[in-house]
Nanobody, 120 residues
Framework: QVQLVESGGGLVQPGGSLRLSCAASGNIFTIKAMGWYRQAPGKQRELVARMPTGSLTDYADSVRGRFTIARDDAKNAVYLQMNSLKPEDTAVYYC??????????????WGQGTQVTVSS
């Protein structure tokens, strides 16, 4: 079994900052990619930022320049530093990881989600 546990969401004023964290645990052989997605009410889940391998990064146009993703492979963790937050960033943020365990081929795993609300 693999678990992704997120933390760091909350309520912040426009222009403020938050840092999300996600740690993977379980029978992990290797993590191929880690990233963050979000889903606002009434909308589909969308990519926010992703790190496929090494130092490569991929950002949604709407967050590029404001958000920064980082991985700590020693801790099986991924982080999302969110600056200059806007009301339209309000959503449930989900951690995602493409993981191969000792017993199964690689597959996508998801965290439980953490609420980020940007409001004055």
């Amino acid at each position: 079994q693999v678990q992704l546990v997120e933390s760091g969401g909350g309520l912040v004023q426009p222009g403020g900052s938050l840092r999300l964290s996600c740690a993977a645990s379980g029978n992990i052989f290797t993590i191929k990619a880690m990233g963050w997605y979000r889903q606002a009410p009434g909308k589909q889940r969308e990519l926010v930022a992703r790190m496929p391998t090494g130092s490569l990064t991929d950002y949604a146009d709407s967050v590029r320049g404001r958000f920064t993703i980082a991985r700590d492979d020693a801790k099986n963790a991924v982080y999302l530093q969110m600056n200059s937050l806007k009301p339209e960033d309000t959503a449930v943020y989900y951690c995602n990881a493409l993981i191969k365990t000792w017993y199964e081929e690689e597959q996508d795993y998801w965290g439980q989600g953490t609420q980020v609300t940007v409001s004055s």
